[in-house]
């Protein structure tokens, strides 16, 4: 039910910021969970942050905790990641996904997008 379509990555500086826009088709977005991912190349896809449809809730993990912080605006259709004090092991490609629940795992999630790449140079 619902299509997500990834933006706003691109080359940084560390310690430089970029926000991350997901947006979403489907008229049940409200209704779905939405979790940022991110795979670094040669490497496994990784659980970087969560809200709940509503937004009332949301958990990310210690690695962007205080630098990381996941928002979303139903009446946009959009979720957002906004990145600051980046550093070069955030390089990767993030992905938004959207799910039925809250969860850190990826194959809980139901529909994702395309993926968008971030790098941030030393």
């Known amino acids: 039910q619902v299509q997500l379509v990834e933006s706003g990555g691109g080359l940084v500086q560390a310690g430089g910021s970029l926000r991350l826009s997901c947006a979403a088709s489907?008229?049940?977005?409200?209704?779905?969970?939405v979790g940022w991912f991110r795979q670094a190349p040669g490497k496994e896809r990784v659980f970087v942050a969560m809200i709940s449809g509503s937004g009332d809730y949301t958990y990310s993990t210690d690695p962007v905790k205080g630098r990381f912080t996941i928002s979303r605006d139903n009446a946009k259709n959009t979720a957002y990641l906004q990145m600051n004090s980046l550093k070069p092991e955030d390089t990767a490609v993030y992905y938004c996904?959207?799910?039925?629940?809250?969860?850190?795992?990826?194959?809980?999630?139901?529909?994702w997008g395309q993926g968008t790449q971030v790098t941030v140079s030393s």
């Open positions: 489907g008229r049940t977005f409200s209704s779905y969970a």
């Open positions: 996904a959207a799910g039925w629940t809250t969860a850190t795992m990826p194959n809980s999630y139901m529909y």
